[in-house]
């Protein structure tokens, strides 16, 4: 075995060598460590090739988080299938689509209803509690003969779902994921006495991939439940005595609301607040650093197809406001314009991801694979994002809107992102959301706070153009958020109809 990890079970290998009694993973109140994860992944594997999966299989997860699930992580790579871990919410149509597109030889669920799904299309199905009693049977740990994986065999499926079509999978080989982890903690420096608090759902790449990057320094993941941003949330953080915290947007401005309400004198431990998803409000991580005084800060810009594309350094937003850094080390990002080519510092135009962060393609997906990984003169491919912004002289990205939240105003080029970020900066506004306008619907806002739309609308005139500004807003007591922590957009959508007709002042 080489120096670095070649295949992903490489990698608990060698933590649970390096480390075998050091905490791994707690979800509610179970806990393993690096010696018992590896132990039970082994007992998994033997298992899955007892059931008859072989190489190249695929085995879906669709049920609530536990710590059978990175122990089934890691015993598909060991038996050289590649797993799916959908969100618990999937049901009905979107969990059929996913059966009929992947064709698991294995669904893993404690829904009757998802059970049933996977018994009509002949796929073996198994419960959580099932795999449990598999996962930590009394007993030496069974031995099994490696099935011939190689790094660029699939290992993981992750499906990511469009705003009007059925999910994709994006597939990722041991070798990308691997590359992808390690480039990430290469920036990111999570410690070995870390405690990395996660309440993003594993099906959610960026919460799976605490679980890697944790790994590999040897630090102790907490999966925290999916999407959390009640007053639960910082009490968990105490009691894990966390110091790493994955954040998207949602939990950070929850988790700045309960500090400022707290006033405790045991605020937890934390060091690092990372984030990626949607771009963080200023005011939210001013809040958090002036009530956590040794708090850093480290934003990020990435998509599933290519798990992250840039990551800024610790506290950079300070001297660089709106950036969301540089491309990680090994790999390259740049902007090109309609006609794919580059553009100077200081131009928009799309994002380009270049390196072996850039993901395999989409599953079954041959023509969008190759618009959105192109190969360049005969160069590996690359990752046209579908994302808008532009990079300065010292190669740091500025986000300005994604393809699908650009749209035209009176003529004029709008970003849903830029309109967003002007209303939180209205006095009282908390969130905002803007959906695109839709013939023949037109722009929509909506907030979160404690102003009437008339003085959201005047109060945003200070803040941007007139013309960018919607005509429409609808003030609402949240904004709905899915499993992920960000914005339904979905759920926006259907108050459309009713929130046009609202008169706004």
């Given at each position: 075995?080489?120096?670095?990890?070649?295949?992903?079970?490489?990698?608990?290998?060698?933590?649970?060598?390096?480390?075998?009694?050091a905490?791994?993973?707690?979800?509610g109140?179970?806990?393993l460590t690096?010696?018992?994860?590896d132990?039970?992944?082994?007992r998994?594997?033997v298992?899955?090739?007892a059931?008859g999966?072989?190489r190249?299989?695929?085995?879906?997860?669709?049920?609530?988080?536990?710590?059978?699930?990175?122990?089934l992580?890691y015993?598909?790579?060991?038996?050289?299938?590649?797993?799916?871990?959908?969100?618990?919410?999937?049901r009905?149509?979107?969990?059929?689509?996913?059966?009929?597109?992947?064709?698991?030889?294995?669904?893993?669920?404690?829904?009757?209803a998802?059970?049933?799904?996977?018994?009509?299309?002949?796929?073996?199905?198994?419960?959580?509690?099932?795999?449990?009693?598999?996962?930590?049977?009394?007993?030496?740990?069974?031995e099994?003969a490696?099935?011939?994986?190689?790094?660029?065999?699939?290992?993981c499926?992750?499906?990511?779902?469009?705003?009007?079509?059925?999910?994709?999978?994006?597939?990722?080989?041991?070798?990308?994921?691997?590359?992808?982890?390690?480039?990430?903690?290469?920036?990111?420096?999570?410690?070995?006495?870390?405690?990395?608090y996660?309440?993003?759902p594993?099906?959610?790449?960026?919460?799976?991939?605490?679980?890697?990057?944790s790994?590999?320094?040897?630090?102790h993941?907490?999966l925290?439940r999916?999407?959390e941003?009640?007053?639960?949330?910082?009490?968990?953080?105490?009691?894990a005595?966390?110091t790493?915290?994955?954040?998207?947007?949602?939990?950070?401005?929850?988790?700045?609301r309960?500090?400022?309400?707290?006033?405790?004198?045991?605020?937890?431990?934390?060091?690092?607040?990372?984030?990626?998803?949607?771009?963080?409000?200023?005011?939210?991580?001013?809040t958090?650093r002036?009530?956590?005084?040794?708090?850093r800060?480290?934003?990020?810009?990435?998509l599933?197809?290519?798990?992250?594309?840039t990551i800024?350094p610790?506290?950079?937003?300070?001297?660089?406001?709106?950036s969301?850094?540089?491309?990680?080390?090994?790999?390259?990002?740049?902007?090109?314009?309609?006609e794919?080519?580059?553009?100077?510092?200081?131009?928009?135009?799309?994002?380009v991801?270049?390196?072996?962060?850039?993901?395999?393609?989409?599953?079954?997906?041959?023509?969008l694979?190759a618009?959105r990984f192109?190969?360049?003169?005969g160069?590996?491919?690359?990752?046209?994002?579908?994302d808008?912004?532009?990079?300065?002289?010292e190669?740091?990205?500025?986000?300005?809107?994604?393809?699908?939240?650009?749209?035209k105003?009176?003529?004029?080029?709008?970003?849903?992102?830029?309109?967003?970020a002007?209303?939180?900066?209205?006095?009282g506004?908390?969130?905002?959301?803007?959906l695109?306008?839709?013939?023949?619907?037109?722009?929509?806002l909506?907030?979160?706070?404690?102003?009437?739309?008339?003085?959201?609308?005047?109060?945003?005139?200070?803040?941007?153009?007139?013309?960018?500004?919607?005509?429409?807003?609808?003030?609402?007591?949240?904004?709905?958020?899915t499993?992920?922590?960000?914005?339904?957009?979905?759920?926006?959508?259907?108050l459309?109809?009713e929130?046009?007709h609202?008169?706004?002042?």
């Open positions: 075995m080489s120096a670095h990890p070649e295949l992903l079970h490489h990698l608990l290998d060698r933590a649970a060598a390096a480390t075998p009694e905490s791994a993973v707690t979800s109140d179970d806990s690096y010696r018992e994860l132990a039970a992944a082994r998994l594997a298992w899955l090739r059931q999966l072989r190249g299989d695929r085995v879906v997860v669709c049920a609530p988080g536990s710590v059978v699930q990175p122990a992580v015993a598909a790579a060991r038996a050289g299938v590649t797993f799916s871990l959908l969100h618990e919410q999937v009905g149509v979107q969990l059929e689509h996913v059966l009929d597109d992947c064709e698991p030889a294995l669904l893993v669920t404690d829904d009757a998802a059970q049933e799904s996977g018994r009509r299309r002949a796929v073996r199905t198994h419960t959580t509690a099932a795999l449990s009693a598999v996962a930590f049977a009394a007993g030496p740990v069974p099994m490696e099935p011939g994986t190689i790094a660029v065999d699939p290992v499926l992750i499906y990511t779902s469009g705003t009007t079509s059925l999910p994709k999978a994006v597939v990722t080989t041991h070798q990308q994921l691997l590359f992808s982890a390690g480039a990430i903690q290469s920036v990111l420096g999570y410690r070995p006495d870390d405690v990395v996660s309440p993003l594993l099906s959610f790449d960026y919460g799976l991939y605490q679980l890697f990057v790994g590999l320094a040897g630090a993941v907490v925290g999916p999407a941003v009640g007053p639960a949330l910082l009490n968990n953080l105490v009691r005595r966390a790493v915290l994955a954040a998207v947007p949602s939990v950070a401005e929850a988790l700045a309960l500090l400022r309400r707290a006033r405790r004198h045991d605020p937890p431990p934390l060091r690092l607040l990372t984030n990626t998803g949607a771009a963080m409000p200023a005011e939210t991580l001013g958090l002036s009530c956590l005084p040794g708090l800060v480290q934003l990020m810009f990435g599933t197809e290519c798990k992250r594309a800024m610790p506290d950079g937003d300070l001297e660089r406001p709106g969301s850094g540089r491309a990680l080390p090994g790999t390259e990002v740049f902007v090109v314009d309609d794919g080519r580059r553009l100077t510092p200081g131009e928009i135009g799309e994002i991801v270049r390196g072996p962060n850039v993901m395999a393609g989409y599953w079954r997906r041959p023509e694979t618009q192109p190969r360049v003169e160069l590996f491919p690359q990752l046209n994002t579908g808008y912004g532009w990079v300065d002289e190669g740091y990205l500025y986000f300005d809107g994604r393809r699908d939240d650009i749209y105003e009176n003529g004029f080029r709008v970003s849903a992102t830029e309109v967003e002007a209303a939180r900066r209205v006095a506004v908390t969130a905002a959301a803007v695109a306008p839709h013939h023949p619907a037109p722009a929509l909506f907030v979160v706070g404690e102003r009437s739309a008339g003085e959201v609308l005047s109060g945003m005139r200070e803040e941007i153009e007139e013309f960018k500004i919607p005509r429409h807003c609808l003030v609402l007591d949240a904004l709905p958020l499993g992920n922590g960000k914005v339904d957009r979905k759920a926006l959508a259907a459309t109809e929130a046009t609202v008169r706004t002042h």
